[in-house]
């Protein structure tokens, strides 16, 4: 028996943190979330985000429409910019609405719709984003593509990402992490958006008040002991 609280899983929550980090591509915080993929978008949304936020949600299927109904639900200002399904964004036409529009407080991305198996070019966008937008935050659903594909989080100037574990981390269901870039500083104070599930900024890795069920880190930290393979 491991004390959830206690200094031995602080000890194996951080290791498996560090070496999450080594898949996010990033040196920058990453947390453990006890959520399947939707918590963990529905904390990104809560967390930084305030009704009335103009967002552009960029979606190519099912669950590019979800992030943006999360953030509908919560009173973001959504405008979406919807690609045929089977099809991967536009980025040039991702870049007309961003000069369409704005200012905008977020761009929400798809890294790999589950709903077609369609990867979307997120360096590409990310760069058209910071070109057109270098306010917006970008905040990115890599839930089934993370681990599976070339992805470089801090390399592409990502702030959030979402990922599951139970899709390219082939461990346990019901555990979502999500990274996030500190020093943007244009986060607000408290997000107007407020939830149980708003959980950035104000916690921090391990040990943290937002703590995963005591075995869930253990076949993460089995599964992610070579983030090079």
Known sequence: MVNHRGPEFAVLQNRVIDRLKAFYKTQNDVLIVTAAGTGGLESAIVSFLSPGDKILAVTIGAFGDRFAKIATVYGADVTKLAFEWGKAADPAKARDALRAGGPWKAVLLTQNETSTAITNPIEELAKIVREVAPEALILVDAISGLGAVPFETDAWGLDVVVSGSQKAWMVAPDSASS??????????????????????????????????????????????????R
């Open 179 to 228: 990274r996030f870039r500190r020093g943007r500083g244009k986060l607000p104070p408290w997000p107007g958006c407020r939830s149980s599930t708003s959980i950035w900024p104000r916690t921090r890795p391990a040990p943290s008040r937002v703590r995963p069920p005591g075995h869930r880190p253990w076949p993460s930290c089995s599964s992610s002991t070579s983030p090079s």
